[in-house]
C-alpha cells in the first residue's frame, strides 16, 4: 500500500497549481489526510489536513487562504490546490495519511514546487 503524489512543477509567483495524492491498496474513506512540505535546510511542517469525512479542515497561517485541500474517496485520492503561489512556498510536498481507527500510516515520496519569476 502506498500514496502518490503528483503536480508539482516550477511556476511564477501569483501562479497556482494543484496536486493530487492516489492511494493505492487501502481506502481513502478509512483515513484522515494531511499535506505537508519541506523547504530546503527547514523541517517539514504540516500545512493542510483534512478528516476522514471531511468535516474538519485545518490550513497553516503560511497557507490559509491560499490553499484548499479536498478529498474524492471515489477516486481514491486527495488534492491540494494552490493559488498565489510565492516563492516561499518552494518545497517539496508530501501527502501523508493516517488511519482513523486502527492500522499503518502512509507517506509518498513527495513533489517539488518551485516558485520563481
Known amino acids: 500500500a502506498q500514496v502518490e503524489e503528483s503536480g508539482g512543477g516550477n511556476v511564477q509567483p501569483g501562479g497556482s497549481l494543484k496536486l493530487a495524492c492516489v492511494a493505492s491498496d487501502f481506502l481513502t474513506r478509512n483515513y484522515h489526510m494531511q499535506w505537508y512540505r519541506q523547504a530546503p535546510g527547514k523541517q517539514r511542517e504540516m500545512i493542510a489536513t483534512i478528516s476522514q469525512l471531511g468535516g474538519n479542515i485545518f490550513y497553516s497561517d503560511s497557507v490559509k487562504g491560499r490553499f484548499t485541500i479536498l478529498r474524492d474517496d471515489f477516486r481514491n485520492a486527495a488534492y491540494l490546490e494552490m493559488t498565489d503561489l510565492r516563492p516561499e512556498d518552494t518545497a517539496t510536498y508530501f501527502c501523508?495519511?493516517?488511519?482513523?481507527?486502527?492500522?499503518?500510516?502512509?507517506w509518498g515520496k513527495g513533489t517539488l514546487v518551485s516558485v520563481s519569476p
Open positions: 501523508h495519511a493516517t488511519p482513523a481507527f486502527q492500522g499503518l500510516d502512509y
